[in-house]
């Protein structure tokens, strides 16, 4: 028992670890979850820990993964040898067919340990799902796949539908073995994590080898499924920080205490200022203004901010967006509510306004002389504003005087940065220069960010 209690207290640091909040109380409803459904049948153990121990259906990925190498399904590799690659492709497409979920998994356990392993020396701990995917090519078997399960009557088939209907059918089914496909390749990744946390241990590599939740992934490296899972989350987190914004924005409308007044009061007290006067806030909403660089691998960053600050409008009198590579011009109206389609967003950018001169790469120093010069009315005394950009000028004149003017005007003015702040004036990059002029942070991931929302907008 103390080892499925281990089990359980490293299931509950590592996932700790990777930002869920599990305090004693989940731990011990978790072990009190495994004394009630035994270690019989995994995967019913598996939906008793999620339960207990998870907030929300965006931490569930990150918990199978990690799941999977404190209770793995197996130990060591598969007993029998893996047979050659064209028998194992083979039996892959007929478990495929019938979506047959055990036999896959065992399929993916002789895989990884016939296909996926590395490393010269005989006690080699390395093994790579993406050397045993790559070798397998299960994505090159749709076609046989869908014609075995044609041959068993499971498919569109050839009834009398029309050819319209008939081609709609077959894409369905296509999708349904794509689905198939992915969640043996999940299988293959799952097994190959078990096996080296084997010899590795599973506390490194739940933490080094398990992909982390969205809002914990690098803006700079995240991937086309992790901005789009980023995308989906913008309207939950905007909902979570408008509630903080509005708390403080009660706090504040409290006012500070008015001494003078106070003392005038506490005459009636004997000079004991028992009921301080405050000095009331008039509620007036403050204005935004976000300076977007769309270039390369910061476009995610941005994209990501603009839809999140537009989620966020309603908690300001006015918002206007700027996006710029070398030229910048305003995209306010392409985040309107009527147009706001997250996954279109960058194309609906780059294909509407005007990003670019004489060349495809950021120059900042371009980019912000035009806003003083064509936008200077839209930054005021109640105007924050937020610079979103790694600062790499290629070279180019940063142009300080237009930022210095930018700061003369706005009310408080942020650069959020995506870059580690060890990089910041390293080869092009002009960071330390406009850190000198106006407040920068380094700005990684969601969870970043969206702290920084929160305690950088003005109330």
Sequence with gaps: MTAVADRITGLAAALRAHGVRIGTGETVDAAR??????????????????????????????????FDLYFPRGVGGPQDAPRDLETLRDRLADALAADDRALMA????????????????PGSD???????????????????????????GGGSGSGSGSGSGEGFADRLLDDEIRRRIEE??????AEARRRVA?????????????????????????????????????????????????????????????????????????????????????????????????????????????????ALHDQFSKVRVFAFVN???????????????????????????????????????????????????????RTTVFVLGDARTNMSDPNLPAVRELARRARRVYWLNPEPRDRWGTGDSAAPAYAGLVEMHECRTARQLSGLIAALLPV
């Design 106 to 121: 065992q399929l993916a356990a002789e895989a990884v340990e016939g296909l996926g392993g590395y490393g010269s020396s």
């Design 184 to 189: 043996f390749r999940r299988m293959v990744g």
């Design 33 to 66: 979850a495994v004394e009630a459904l035994g270690l019989a049948d995994r995967e019913l153990l598996r939906e008793g820990l999620a339960a207990t121990l998870l907030h929300g259906p965006g931490q569930r990925a990150l918990f199978d993964a990690v």
């Design 327 to 381: 030229r910048l011009d305003e995209v306010t109206g392409l985040l309107g509510h009527g147009r706001a389609d997250p996954d279109g967003l960058g194309a609906r950018i780059r294909a509407e306004a005007t990003l670019t001169g004489w060349h495809g790469s950021s120059d900042y120093g371009m980019a912000l002389g035009e806003f003083t010069e064509r936008y200077g009315g839209a930054v005021g005394p």
């Design 198 to 310: 084997e010899r590795r241990g599973r506390d490194e590599i739940a933490r080094r080898g398990v992909r982390p939740t969205a809002d914990r992934v690098d803006f700079l490296f995240a991937n086309r499924d992790q901005l789009a899972e980023l995308r989906r989350a913008v309207q939950p987190l905007a909902r979570k920080l408008a509630t903080r914004l509005a708390a403080r924005r009660r706090r504040a409308a409290r006012g500070t205490i008015d001494l003078r007044r106070t003392l005038r009061s506490s005459l009636s007290t004997g000079g004991v200022p028992m009921r301080p006067v405050l000095r009331r806030r008039r509620p007036v909403r403050p204005e935004l203004v976000l300076l977007c660089d769309v270039s390369g691998s910061v476009s995610g960053f941005s994209d990501f901010t603009m839809l999140l600050v537009q």
């Design 126 to 152: 390395g093994f790579s799902a993406y050397q045993t995917l790559d070798r397998l090519r299960p994505q090159t078997l749709l076609a046989r796949i869908r014609a075995d399960i044609r041959g068993r």
